[in-house]
């Protein structure tokens, strides 16, 4: 399936940091931003949110560290639930404050389960988060499971409603080789599918998985 996708739908080059970013370390921070203000809402009000906090000078931790919730909140409104974002935004920053003496890259830079369970003990970072952050921003390979993902793999018979996040991610993590690359592309392939083919309403006709055993309906 995923050499279908790549052959189909071409290389995704994800994680979509910004122009804005002027070093690598922003570019990671960034994509810890966007991982969080992505959760339920399009990717457009995130960029919109991003932009904002660019233009305040705010894609940095201290500036993060320094300004208060509520002026956040109003910063990254079009983010959508922006005050939930904006609380979980901080609770992230001051958890690298005060745990990792202000460095992204020492948390990034514990091996994989041990980065994964402090992203995981932060207010408001699930593990779709903390694997997207993990993947994009921290070079770890580890698979993300999004709907998206649940949704095809439900409809090609490949997992039941009722599997959890650890068994999907399992899954992939048996089947696929544990590589950035391979990981970064898959999971990037399977949103763009999602959003030309495997909508709500599946348009499987001229679908790249079309060939593959599937159920629309499912
Ligand atoms: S073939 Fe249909 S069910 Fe399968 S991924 Fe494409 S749209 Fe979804």
């Given at each position: ?6 052959n ?5 080059g ?85 745990e ?56 090609h018979?490949l ?16 089947e696929?080789p ?9 999971h ?29 309906s499912a």
């Amino acid at each position: 399936m995923f050499e279908t996708l790549k052959n189909a739908l071409g290389r995704q080059g994800w994680w979509p940091v910004s122009r804005d970013a002027a070093t690598p370390a922003q570019a990671r921070l960034e994509i810890v931003l966007g991982a969080v203000l992505t959760q339920n809402t399009a990717w457009e009000n995130v960029r919109r949110a991003l932009a904002a906090l660019y233009r305040a000078e705010l894609v940095d931790l201290a500036a993060l560290d320094a300004i208060d919730e509520p002026h956040l909140a109003e910063i990254i409104r079009s983010s959508g639930t922006f005050r939930v974002k904006a609380r979980r935004i901080k609770a992230f920053v001051r958890t690298v404050q005060d745990e990792f003496a202000g460095s992204l890259d020492a948390l990034l830079g514990l091996p994989l389960p041990q980065a994964r369970a402090a992203l995981l003990r932060i207010h408001g970072v699930g593990p779709e988060t903390a694997d997207a952050i993990l993947l994009y921003a921290g070079k770890h390979a580890t698979f993300v499971i999004d709907a998206y993902t649940r949704r095809v793999l439900v409809r090609h018979q490949l997992a039941t409603r009722r599997d959890g996040y650890d068994d999907l991610q399992a899954r992939f993590h048996e089947e696929a080789p544990a590589d950035l690359d391979v990981y970064r592309e898959y999971h990037a392939l399977i949103v763009e599918l999602s959003k030309r083919h495997c909508r709500a309403k599946a348009r499987c006709e001229g679908c790249p998985l079309e060939g593959f055993p599937h159920d629309p309906s499912a």
